[in-house]
């Protein structure tokens, strides 16, 4: 065998192994892009927004039964929720199921709901344009319900067909601890998609 004949079969040997190294390196690339892809949409699930749908009728007009909604989940991270925030939050004792309902009442303030459905905030009437309808059943908000430093005193803009804080069992004070975000961003049905206004 000539020294042209080994060195031809010592190159094709090396070409081998090279691009053996290549499919390594290319399959390495890819586990690290899928890794960096996971953490990413784990950081955006968990700190930045994440998609929930409404199920049922309790803000309607505003929203309405089957829209699907991102969530805003940093924003309370640097200011506190406002009064007709829209928030997502778990009722008491059911931390996998979710609320949407619009914040009425602030840390410190006593709300009540007088007998002709118009709801007091610290003795004086709540100007607001959500709920249409005159409230039915004030609940316990019959009686002045004062709120603590962290908590929030919220209602569907459906009020006749909502279980929200007039119900102290099922929902109550709403701790700021437990909100999950405020709704931002409607995506689905298409021809409602667009942002949400809340004040």
Known sequence: MSKEQNAQQRTDGGSGEEKKMDVKKEILSWVLYILFVVVVVYVIITYVGQRTMVDGRSMNDTLQDGDNLIVDKISYRFRDP????IIVF??????KEHYIKRIIGLPGETV??????TIYING???EEHYGKEVIE???WA???VTLGDDEYFVLGDNRNNSRDS???DQVGKVKRSTITGRAWLRIWPLSSIGF???Q
């Open 112 to 117: 009540q709901i007088g007998e002709d459905g």
């Open 166 to 168: 007039r119900d102290e």
């Open 142 to 144: 019959a009686e002045p």
């Open 124 to 126: 004086e009437v709540l």
């Open 137 to 139: 059943d004030p609940g």
């Open 196 to 198: 949400l206004k809340h």
């Open 82 to 85: 406002q009064r007709f925030d």
């Open 90 to 95: 778990p009722p008491q004792g059911e931390p």
